[in-house]
C-alpha cells in the first residue's frame, strides 16, 4: 500500500468531524450525499463491545444521529476486502442490535443508514456512486411489497413506500 499524503478524508472524519463546531461540514456532505436534508444531533459510540469472546469486532470511523432519528454509519477503507459487501451487513445489523432495548418492540427498530468510502471497486460497475436499499419482490408476478395502511402510520412512512 502506498503512503498518503496531506490530510486524509479518514482522518478528517475521525478527528474534526466529531466536533460539534465542524456539524455543519458533515451535515452538508450528507445532505448532499443522501439528497435530504440532515441534521446532527449528537455522535454516537463508534466501538461496539463484544458480548462474547467469540463476537466479531466492530469500529466505523463514525456514527451519528440525524434530527429524524436515524443513525448514519460512516466508514472510510483503503485497503481491499472482498468481503466487504457481508462487512457493511455485519455492522449495520451490529448498531440495530445495540440501539434497541430488551423486550421492546420490532417496530421501535431505528432506521440506520450505511455511507460507505472506499479506495478500491468493491465490485463491477461503471458509476463511483452507489445507493442500495432492501426491497421484496414477488417471486410470480414481480411485485414490490408495499407497506399496508396501519404500517405506514407505525412507521411514520408516506404513501407509495415499499418495505
Do not use: C, P
Not at 65 to 91: M, S, T, W
Not at 93 to 111: D, F, L, P, R, W
Request: glycine residues 6%; hydrophobic residues 35%.
Amino acid at each position: 500500500m502506498s503512503k498518503r499524503k496531506l490530510i486524509s478524508f479518514d482522518w478528517a472524519m475521525k478527528k474534526l468531524l466529531r466536533s460539534k463546531a465542524n456539524f455543519d461540514i458533515l451535515e452538508g456532505f450528507l445532505s448532499e450525499l443522501l439528497k435530504e436534508d440532515v441534521r446532527i444531533q449528537e455522535v454516537l459510540e463508534s466501538e461496539s463491545n463484544k458480548e462474547t469472546r467469540s463476537d466479531r469486532f466492530n469500529r466505523v470511523d463514525l456514527k451519528v444521529k440525524n434530527a429524524k432519528g436515524d443513525i448514519i454509519i460512516i466508514e472510510v477503507q483503503y485497503d481491499r476486502e472482498f468481503d466487504f459487501l457481508q462487512r457493511i451487513f455485519y455492522g449495520t445489523a451490529k448498531a440495530v442490535t445495540e440501539h434497541i432495548q430488551e423486550g421492546a418492540a420490532y417496530s421501535e427498530i431505528t432506521k440506520l443508514i450505511s455511507v460507505s468510502i472506499l479506495y478500491f471497486d468493491l465490485g463491477q460497475g461503471t458509476d463511483y456512486v452507489y445507493h442500495g436499499t432492501t426491497s421484496f419482490r414477488g417471486l410470480h408476478n414481480s411485485d414490490v411489497l408495499q407497506l399496508s395502511r396501519r404500517q405506514r402510520a407505525m412507521f411514520h412512512v408516506r404513501q407509495g413506500r415499499g418495505l
